[in-house]
């Protein structure tokens, strides 16, 4: 099943938060992505039933293997996207907001030239 733009920003921000956090939970996730409590259920509800994520009895969250594959590529994305954006000239703050948004509808052979362009330079 595929997934859409707002299931891929949670995959990244749990995957972000695993770098940072032992342990990730909803409200970690409500406090990062500034949404409610009910509204993170209700993704976290799709994404373990799509196969994203796993929720321990304790809480915890964690990215399947599928899952994990999707967040990095989101994050991989992001980071060079911002990097590329910021050696332009574009703020911090504002390479950060657009690269969130060009992210998820840049083409895999753009974004495979852009890496290989700042490879070669």
């Known amino acids: 099943m595929s997934i859409h733009e707002s299931g891929e920003n949670y995959l990244e921000q749990i995957f ?6 032992e342990k990730v ?4 996730l409500c406090a ?3 949404f409610s409590r009910p509204t993170v259920s209700v993704m976290l509800r799709e994404l373990r ?3 994203f994520v796993t929720v321990a009895p304790n809480g ?3 990215l399947t293997e599928k899952g994990e594959a999707v967040a990095k590529r989101m994050y991989e994305r992001h980071c060079i996207i911002a990097e590329v954006l910021m050696s332009l000239g574009v ?3 504002v390479a950060l907001e657009d690269a969130c948004k060009i992210e998820h509808d840049i083409s895999d052979e753009t ?3 852009i890496c ?5 330079n």
Not at 116 to 120: D, G, N, S
């Open 116 to 120: 290989e362009y700042l490879k070669k």
């Open 91 to 93: 703020s911090h703050d």
């Open 25 to 28: 939970r909803a409200v970690d």
């Open 60 to 62: 915890g969250l964690a």
């Open 111 to 113: 974004f495979a030239r």
């Open 49 to 51: 039933a799509d196969g």
């Open 16 to 21: 972000i938060l695993s770098r940072q956090k």
């Open 32 to 34: 990062a992505l500034g």
